[in-house]
């Protein structure tokens, strides 16, 4: 473990800069103080209502899931179950009770929808719709299914086209291309001979020649541009110019030989000069723009109509919202390096359509709920604030990192790292816990560690094991292999120091021995890109004793680490295109490894023995070559076989 760990703090120091501690601004609102009295009147009131709501537990614990309230929908009650057969996880469904319903057979299962449609992944990687029988109601042929305004989206890559079906999985129409989601009835079609919008009849409602962006409709407008990165303007859902009338008559124009943006008016006239290297059009009298001329130091303002800034331009990104809310990033030093991602994990104020009230600068994850309401994550809670900025009051106040959409009455999203189905008072009614049945009363609970807005790290618990303390000596094991040496790489000092890092893991148990294996991908904002790297752990569960490659052979065996060595040296010579750094390998007791059917695999991680693309190398070594060096009877090879 210590060299993996030295390996990537190495390729992190090389994007390192100075650590600086970023500090974040804070917007003075410009409301009445007779509105600012009833705000902090309803505020107040708010606040009081936290007490009386279901504020679920955001930390390590795995989340109980209670007993559903009674409203006639028994499918989405159902939880998504997993067990290990054969070697490999597979899912199915069990009741609350924990009597299985619908039998593990599948790659993966989501939690059902209030429809009583559930998506599903076959034992060929597949993705499908079931009933809450079991039955396909939609085929597993699909490399993407989506839910989005009440109907599903399937896309394959076979063909590069869409099938679009409703919540009974009756199929609606077919079109050309990819769409992750419908939004008030209209879908995005970027086909060659059918690009514009298809409504839900699957007619090509509105047609956009050209290659400009097309956004999404909200409120029934919908940004678009003619060109690509060309200016865009509003349209309503029959394709009509809507500058003047939700524009203030200001049409965004570039400028050709500095590729800059500006402002005219209806006679052509030019009321605020190319100045901007990114715009939007003018909506509710405000635009919102970006002075930078490098894309690496954007400065995003607000202006009004005569190209006066209401909001200086020193903020590093902003999110128009489906119920009219605008968020923007925190302040950055003009002369600060500005990863372009980095805004996605800064800082955040809310501010009205009007930009008379706002927040103060304190959430970190803002998404669209729909048309009324926005999601949002302070750090500590997520909640929902309507277009007034006020906490929403059907709606629940959650413990831990949420981004929920609506699924009918029901609340649907990630809450925790973890895909979770809501009622409206904030209770679980549906997870993807990720937990698994080891069997023998043995369950692999998963836990997401939050470390930062831009880090979160996933791995195991044991639960149900009769001897809790060789229990809590397999767990706190994990613990040291999984989270704690990736704790010192989540980086959260501004947009001049922060690394994005994300884990996941699949287990599985043969007789005694738990297998896991870790992937984990860092991300150090700014650089050229991220890397993957793979870790493998090996526990026996009778005995707590983790295991490495050198107890898999004879203890006298010296001859064993130069077979080993030369094998995998020949198939490095053997594959010279790959690129690699090296031209021999040595394997010692302390290489890296990956135990399987009927081999075992040496993995080293991106751009440790070869250049990026070529990802995490992995050379395997069949047991038949290597088995007289095996020591079977030793405690390894018994946990296993």
Known sequence: MNRFIRSLICILLIFALSLNLFAC???????????????ETRSKENNTRKDDVNIINGDDDPVVVPDPAEDGQEAIF?????????????YGYADPSGNIVIEPVFLDAQPFFKCGLAIVTDVNGKMGLIDKTGKYVVDPEWNDVSYSDGVFICYTYDGRYSNVYDEKGTFLFMFNGYASKMTEGYVQCYDRDNRGYIDMNGNLAIRRDGDGAMGDFVDGIAAVADKYLGPAYFIDKNGNDLTNSVSSGLRMYKDEESGLFGYK?????????????????????????????????????????SGKFLLEPEHCGYTRLSNGLVALGEKVSADVFLPYDYYSFSRKA?????FSKSTDWIYYDVTDFDSENACVYDGENTYF??????????????????????D????RGEY???????????????????NVDLGGGIVAGKQVKILTPAAKIAYPALTGMKDKSLQDRINSLIVDEMLKPYEQLATFYGPEDTTYVDSDYSLSRKKDLLMIDQSLYSYYLGAAHGNGFRNTVYIDIATGVQYGIKDLFREDDREIWNLLSARVTADLRANEEIGYFVDSLEITPDSFFALYEDSIGFYYGQDEIAGYAAGIVEFKVPFSEIYDHIDTEGAFWKSFN
């Open 385 to 406: 604030l309507d277009r007034n900025l006020y906490s929403t009051g059907d709606l629940p106040i959650l413990r831990g990192k949420g981004s929920f959409y609506p």
């Open 416 to 434: 925790n790292g973890k895909l979770t189905v809501l009622d409206r008072k904030g209770a679980v009614i549906s997870q993807a816990s990720g």
């Open 78 to 90: 159902l939880q998504p179950y997993a067990r290990v057969e054969d070697g490999r996880i597979v």
């Open 25 to 39: 601004g804070r917007i003075v609102e410009t409301s009445e103080d007779d509105e600012m009295e009833e705000e």
């Open 350 to 354: 809310l501010f009205t359509s009007d």
């Open 408 to 411: 009918n009455d029901l609340l």
């Open 265 to 305: 008016n209806e006679k052509g006239e030019i009321v605020i000069p190319a100045a901007f290297s990114d715009a939007t059009p003018f909506l509710n009298g405000y635009a919102i723009v970006n002075v930078s001329e490098d894309y690496y130091y954007m400065k995003y303002g607000v202006i009004d109509t």
